[in-house]
């Protein structure tokens, strides 16, 4: 059996979470799909895949092969694309992660304009409420709201001015101590996302100092999503603390109140992110020249609503 192709049907099993979904995207038999794995396993000469009936699980020395396995491939890809040629038409499925709220409501009506495009292209649209390990997880772009470390990963700047807010309801504040700095949180209610930590948020040092002030807090709800902590604040449940196009609606239409407008830690940049040398595959350039000039627009257009959020 040929190793290449083992290694595509061992991803394509750890993308799908089975073995039959394996099978199904690459239009193999489950046997065949079986065979693959175990020419792989006696090869390394060690376990790969711990099998149940719900789902596969990576062993320890799997988790290592696998990544080794999405780089090899990666790069043959990108290999076979650039000796194809600098037009070579774009085909196969674009990969792309993004956090729930940016890439339902921002990126998908791109991916939706995208499509129209290049009708011959698929899409797989991944939504993560954490940074993805892109070249491990089989990633080509992801759409990041953060401030970006050093590293080999590939960046374009779409915009700039998206903000950490706090915001209750009126109706909570009202029954409540007035919040009039970051210290005052300790009395209040907390929903927390459990993005920046269960138990606290950090906030710029205040006038004069150089330390960051930290607020620690026993929430009284923690949600794993951003629509859930939205709804419990408008509800009067308690004080949350989201990014400015997540509350502007609700900021506007006055189901939601900013406070702490001080004490906003700053803008953070967005970008799309790709591994080093994904530029340059066909499918990757041909959703960057799509993307990037709307997502700018629209990255605009929420800022000037940040803005206009502040006054």
Partial sequence: MDRIEAMKVFVA????????GAGRRLGRSPAAVSRAIAYLENHVGAELLHRTTRALKLSEIGQGYAEACRRVLTE?????????????????????????????EVLRPVIDAFLEEYPA?????????????????????????????DSSLVAIRIGGDVRQVVVASPRYLAQHPRILQPADLAKHRIITTGDEGRDRWVFPPAKGSKVPRAVHFKPRLIVNSVRGALGAAVAGIGVTRL???HVAERVKDGSLKLVLRNAEPPARPVHLV??????????????????????????????????????
């Fill in 13 to 20: 099993a750890l993308d799908e979470g089975s073995l039959a």
């Fill in 76 to 104: 043959l890809e990108t290999a076979d694309l650039a000796a194809a040629g600098e037009h070579a038409a774009p085909t196969g499925t674009l990969t792309i992660t993004a956090p729930p709220i940016g890439g339902e």
């Fill in 121 to 149: 292209l698929s899409v797989r649209l991944v939504l993560l409420n954490r940074a993805a390990n892109l070249v491990e997880e089989g990633i080509d772009i992801a759409l990041r709201i953060l401030d970006l470390p």
């Fill in 243 to 245: 990014l400015t196009y």
């Fill in 274 to 311: 790709m591994p080093e040398g994904r530029p340059s595959v066909p499918k990757v350039r041909a959703f960057i020249d799509v993307a990037v000039p709307r997502l700018r627009a629209e990255f605009a257009r929420l800022s000037a609503e940040a803005l206009a959020l502040k006054r």
